[in-house]
T-cell receptor
Framework: DAKTTQPPSMDCAEGRAANLPCNHS???????VYWYRQIHSQGPQYIIH???NNETNEMASLIITEDRKSSTLILPHATLRDTAVYYC????????????????FGEGTQLTVNP | DAGVTQSPTHLIKTRGQQVTLRCSPK?????VSWYQQALGQGPQFIFQ???????QRGNFPDRFSGHQFPNYSSELNVNALLLGDSALYLC????????????FGQGTRLTVV
């Protein structure tokens, strides 16, 4: 799986949008971008994933650049409960021998939402 | 749906002992992966099970072994515990194949003294 690079920490004001960047310049054509977050001492939680098109769900939006070498996770209205470590993960998708439960985590970005 | 459940939540063992951790996957999931997360680091993949066999393995010694049962639940065994094995052990489940997300349990906090 391709390696990702994220800033170690970011701050955001409550109610404002949080934009978390991720670089994955060695991504291959069949690799998806996944985002998970981990609130202190809990198991990681899936947020969103995409291949090349922008994606949106009830939690966040994922913007992937046209060359797919970077992406941005957007939390539109951050709350204090969004304070967590956010992991950007690139993994091969599809195929019967793959599984979503095999993930390569980096160090992630510690997002702190301030009141 | 109870999601992924792990037991116990906390455990203290003595160096040299053996430990068994347990995981029940989310309903409908047949694949289970185990992760070790040291303090301040991201989770590290240990191994993955489906159809009751180890299918993929990360860079962990043979002291780490596992098992998957016909009902898809799984165990992680660690022999000859070292102080460095102290960590949060996470279990994740997903259906096999496709671009699916993984569901994680809350983890077992293992302390080796």
């Amino acid at each position: 799986d391709a390696k990702t690079t994220q800033p170690p920490s970011m701050d955001c004001a409550e109610g404002r949008a949080a934009n978390l960047p991720c670089n994955h310049s060695t991504i291959s054509g069949n690799e998806y971008v996944y985002w998970y977050r981990q609130i202190h001492s809990q198991g990681p939680q899936y947020i969103i994933h995409g291949l090349k098109n922008n994606e949106t769900n009830e939690m966040a939006s994922l913007i992937i650049t046209e060359d797919r070498k970077s992406s941005t996770l957007i939390l539109p209205h951050a709350t204090l409960r969004d304070t967590a470590v956010y992991y950007c993960i690139v993994r091969v998708g599809g195929g019967v021998e793959t599984s979503g439960s095999r993930l390569t985590f980096g160090e992630g970005t510690q997002l702190t939402v301030n009141p | 749906d109870a999601g992924v459940t792990q037991s116990p939540t906390h455990l203290i063992k003595t160096r040299g002992q053996q430990v068994t951790l347990r995981c029940s996957p989310k309903s409908g999931h047949d694949t289970v992966s185990w992760y070790q997360q040291a303090l301040g680091q991201g989770p590290q993949f240990i191994f993955q099970y489906y159809e009751e066999e180890e299918r993929q393995r990360g860079n962990f010694p043979d002291r780490f072994s596992g098992h998957q049962f016909p009902n898809y639940s799984s165990e992680l065994n660690v022999n000859a515990l070292l102080l460095g094995d102290s960590a949060l052990y996470l279990c994740a489940s997903s259906p096999r194949g496709g671009n699916t997300e993984a569901f994680f349990g809350q983890g077992t906090r293992l302390t080796v003294v």
